[in-house]
Every structure is written in C-alpha cells, then in structure tokens.
C-alpha cells in the first residue's frame, strides 16, 4: 500500500464552484500534514499546512481526520487560475527518518 | 532571496553518458534534498542531507546513483552510466527541518528535466 494515496482526477469543474479532494495515509503515527501545488512543469510549492482542529486560508479549508487517517483540501469559488495539481503530503519515518512523502497529486481543471 | 537554485533547466543526453545535475540550496537552510518526479510514481525522495552530511539515502535506486554536498551553498546529483529508464524531472528542494514544520515546507527549486536518449 503506498504511503500517501489521492485520486489522480482530473476534477474538471467552472468558474466559480466548490471542489473538494481527499488524500489518504497509511502511518497512523504520522504527525505533519500539508497539501502543496504544482503548476504545469513547474515545481511544487507549500500551498497550506493541515491542523487537527482544521484550517482556512482565504477560499481554502483543510481538514484532518485522524481515525480515519485521511485529508481533505476544500476550494471555494473556483478561479481559473486555480487550475493545477494539488499534492497530498504527509511526515513520515518508514526508514527511521523523519521526511516528507508527497502523493501523486489530484489535477483540478477550472473551466470558464 | 533567489530561491534553491538548480542546473542546468534541460539534459538531453545519449545512453551511458554521465549526468551531473547541480543545486545551489537557500542559505541558512541545513536541510537538502534531492527528488525525482515521473507521472507513474510521483514525486520519490532519494536521498536528503543534513549539515552537508548524507543522512538518508535509501531512496537512491542504484549504484549508478551518487550524490554530494561538499559544502553548504552546492550539491550535485550524479548518474553514472544513465538509462533511458533515468529520463525523469530532478528537484532539488531546501529547509530548515526536515519535518517542513513551521509553516515553512520545503522550498524546490524549478527542477532539471532529464532526457535520457
């Protein structure tokens, strides 16, 4: 079972709606959660950090459900620019060293 | 700052040729850390230095892989002899933890898109 697991899309949605994606993990002994985004041929950059009480930045909630071990990255109001990949990232020690594993993304694809 | 620096952007280069990708990572970070990124397995850590000592490489795929930090400010990342199989974008990324706690992540630099022929 991979380390951190996301629905590859794309999400393809218009201007102006609400998407959601989820992100599932498999050490429940994982600490640090993040969500990054990565543009076209571009390299990926820190979007939020994902608080166990949950978080909101703007038109972006992310939340943290620990018994279910899962992640999830809320978008309000979709911009066109919006449109990217969307990394589920999580802290992990699987060789005694702590490091970030990165899932393989979700695409969003925002649409006029 | 400029941000993590990597060269060259672009290696187009023939089977059994040697490779060198370069890093030059954000100063006062003392974390470094070398990815590979294909769009069947993601984004892989292959090896990460603290202090400009190697402290995890488990993710390097082989002994054709080798990887240096020979002081703060550079690191390289060989591949000797490449394969097509290596043809794949290279990150370099750089922080001050390894746990990108902080609400500072890992910085990446813009990548080395390696086409191995």
């Known amino acids: 079972r991979k380390e951190v697991e996301q629905d590859p899309g794309p999400f393809n949605v218009p201007e102006g709606a609400t998407v959601a994606f989820n992100c599932t993990y498999s050490?429940?002994?994982?600490?640090?959660f993040f969500w990054y985004r990565q543009d076209c041929r571009k390299e990926p950059k820190l979007l939020m950090s994902v608080y166990s009480s949950g978080n909101e930045d703007g038109r972006f909630t992310a939340q943290l459900n620990r018994a279910s071990q899962y992640i999830s990255l809320l978008i309000r109001d979709s911009k066109l620019s919006d449109s990217a990949t969307y990394l589920c990232v999580v802290l992990g020690m699987n060789t005694g060293f702590q490091k970030l594993v990165f899932g393989t993304g979700t695409r969003l694809l925002v649409s006029p | 700052d400029a941000g993590v620096i990597q060269s060259p952007r672009h290696e187009v280069t023939e089977m059994g040729q040697e490779v060198t990708l370069r890093c030059k990572p954000i100063?006062?970070?003392?974390?470094l850390f070398w990815y590979r990124q294909t769009m069947m397995r993601g984004l892989e850590l292959l090896i990460y230095f603290n202090n400009n000592v190697p402290i995890d490489d488990s993710g390097m795929p082989e002994d054709r892989f080798s990887a240096k930090m020979p002081n703060a400010s550079f690191s390289t990342l060989k591949i000797q002899p490449s394969e097509p199989r290596d043809s794949a974008v290279y990150f370099c990324?750089?922080?001050?933890?390894?746990?990108?706690?902080?609400?500072?992540?890992?910085?990446f630099g813009s990548g080395t898109r390696l086409t191995v022929v």
């Open positions: 050490n429940s002994a994982s600490q640090s």
């Open positions: 990324a750089s922080s001050l933890n390894p746990t990108g706690g902080g609400g500072y992540g890992y910085t």
């Open positions: 100063s006062g970070h003392d974390y």
